[in-house]
Nanobody, 119 residues
Framework: QVRLVESGGGLVQAGGSARLSCAAS????????MGWYRQAPGKQRELVAHVTSAGTTYADSVKGRFTGSRDFAKNMVYLQMNSLKPEDTAVYYC??????????????WGQGTQVTVSL
């Protein structure tokens, strides 16, 4: 099984910045996509950033503030978060997607890292 391990979460003041990193346990293949989701208390899990070789898409709520990027050689994905708001407080999850030669789809998840933005 592929493991995804996030790091970089913590307590941040509103208006501040943080950088999340996610490392996959293998470089034997490249994922078709890697990205970040988040889940706030009492809320549904939502897509934050979706990173592919064609580019990155973002949730409207983070567009212009967050930047997702990948290191394809290392199978890592990053999320630079600027101008953080209290409503950004959530558990952030790393995600990776793979399609094998038979067209079977696989999805992997990290354990999550807490980001708390204080007033």
């Amino acid at each position: 099984q592929v493991r995804l391990v996030e790091s970089g979460g913590g307590l941040v003041q509103a208006g501040g910045s943080a950088r999340l990193s996610c490392a996959a346990s293998t470089t034997a293949f490249s994922f078709i996509a890697m990205g970040w989701y988040r889940q706030a208390p009492g809320k549904q899990r939502e897509l934050v950033a979706h990173v592919t070789s064609a580019g990155t898409t973002y949730a409207d709520s983070v567009k212009g503030r967050f930047t997702g990027s990948r290191d394809f050689a290392k199978n890592m994905v990053y999320l630079q978060m600027n101008s953080l708001k209290p409503e950004d407080t959530a558990v952030y999850y790393c995600n990776a997607e793979r399609i094998d030669y038979d067209g079977r789809e696989y999805e992997y998840w990290g354990q999550g890292t807490q980001v708390t933005v204080s007033l």
